[in-house]
């Protein structure tokens, strides 16, 4: 039928998660590409941040909750294509990873009307045959995602950064807070991935450039160990701290009392310095793409995508960690422009206004009128 193909601007796309650290940077790829977007989020009244990443009418929010299932059949009623993010890192109250990570997609994928395209963010080591809680439930979220919908596409992110991450941040306040940096998996080895080319890679798979029913395995072009990434975080905010690498008995058992230790402060304990045993027994595997992956081209150059590296980005945004912050007499070898995700090349389509390319003189340039 003539005109039966229809423009972004024509097709809603319902992405639970939308409200996270990964979700803002899929909300913006989606809406510069002029998709209407449906943020399915627990609260939908804290998600106004999100409004900025397109233009007026573009992004909504929903209420809808992985745990009632009358909730995500209310937000994918009208959905064309449904992408989840929705993931923890550790459990608390009902919030288990069994329901959220082993049911939670096949219930999405249940609900989605059967001709939209599916995204799952799933993650890197996922095995129904590890050890980690949050292994086995990834890969059981996989196995029921691909029994209801094997056309559904899976994305397996190594660790994420990005302005806002929660990891070289993580670390950053760590190094500035302890003179002792006690580190459990020091030597194992991860492949820091940008948040954007994630989102990049998600909002393709919705275009429908990307062969459907594949499990993609992304990683940024370096790979390091934990040790050197904090070494890393260290030489960038201008810190010296001994870094104390923890056999893994002793990891192990300081995981077991701040999962306790927290339990008993009712989630109370500052994020950055809680690590649980299921968190250990993550550690323990390195986090990279593996080779399978790499031959069967199921990687960002399966994608025609080139991966960023962290070197350009993360200092844009660990500066304020330095003693002296923006400040700093290195101030000068940092990136010029952070790419922060609510950097105005967000506004969405047919803005005109670019970051960096503001039309006055830099503060202490002189003026060239
Ligand atoms: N960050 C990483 O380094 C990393 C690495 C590998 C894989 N991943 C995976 O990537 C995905 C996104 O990670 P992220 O870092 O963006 O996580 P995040 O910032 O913690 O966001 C998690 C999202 O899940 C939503 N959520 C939590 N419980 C929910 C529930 N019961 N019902 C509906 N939504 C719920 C939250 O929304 P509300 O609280 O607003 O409802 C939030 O938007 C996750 O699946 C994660 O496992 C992340």
């Given at each position: ?70 909730s ?71 196995a ?15 660790i ?17 807070a ?55 975080v ?40 809680v ?13 990279v ?47 010029s ?14 803005s ?18």
């Amino acid at each position: 039928m003539i005109g039966a193909v229809r423009t972004p601007a024509q097709q809603l796309v319902t992405v639970f998660g939308g409200s996270g650290f990964l979700g803002r940077y899929v909300v913006r790829a989606l809406a510069k590409r002029g998709y209407r977007v449906l943020v399915a989020t627990r609260r939908p009244d804290l998600a106004g941040h999100l409004q900025p990443l397109g233009v007026v009418g573009q992004i909504h929010a929903v209420q809808a909750n992985l745990r009632y299932p009358e909730s995500v059949a209310h937000a994918v009623a009208k959905a064309d294509h449904v992408i989840n993010l929705v993931g923890i890192l550790q459990e608390s109250g009902r919030q288990s990873f069994d329901s959220l990570q082993a049911d939670g997609p096949r219930l999405i994928a249940e609900a989605a009307h059967r001709d939209a395209r599916l995204v799952h963010v799933s993650a890197i080591g996922a095995d129904a045959d590890s050890a980690s809680l949050y292994a086995r439930s990834k890969a059981a979220g996989e196995a029921g995602l691909l029994s209801a919908r094997p056309d559904a596409t899976i994305m397996r992110p190594s660790i994420l950064f990005g302005p806002g991450d929660s990891f070289f941040t993580r670390f950053a306040a760590l190094c500035r807070a302890l003179p002792v940096l006690p580190l459990a998996g020091a030597d194992t080895r991860f492949q820091p991935v940008y948040a954007g080319d994630v989102a990049e890679a998600i909002a393709k798979v919705i275009d429908g450039q990307v062969p459907v029913g594949r499990i993609f395995e992304l990683g940024g072009p370096e790979v390091r160990t934990l040790r050197e990434l904090v070494q890393y975080v260290l030489e960038t905010t201008g810190r010296r701290r001994l870094i104390l690498p923890l056999s893994w008995r002793a990891a192990r058992l300081q995981g077991s009392m701040m999962g306790a230790l927290d339990k008993a402060m009712l989630g109370l304990l500052p994020d950055d310095l809680v690590i649980t045993r299921d968190q250990v027994t993550l550690l323990e595997r390195d986090n990279v793409v593996s080779p399978e992956a790499v031959r069967d081209g199921r990687t960002f150059e399966g994608l025609g995508m080139v991966p960023t590296g962290y070197q350009g980005i993360v200092p844009s945004y660990l500066v304020r960690f330095r003693k002296t912050g923006q400040f700093d007499g290195k101030r000068d070898a940092l990136p010029s422009a952070t790419p922060d995700v609510l950097a105005p090349d967000s506004a969405g389509p047919g803005s005109g206004f670019h970051p960096g390319q503001a039309a006055g003189p830099a503060i202490g340039q002189p003026s060239s009128r």
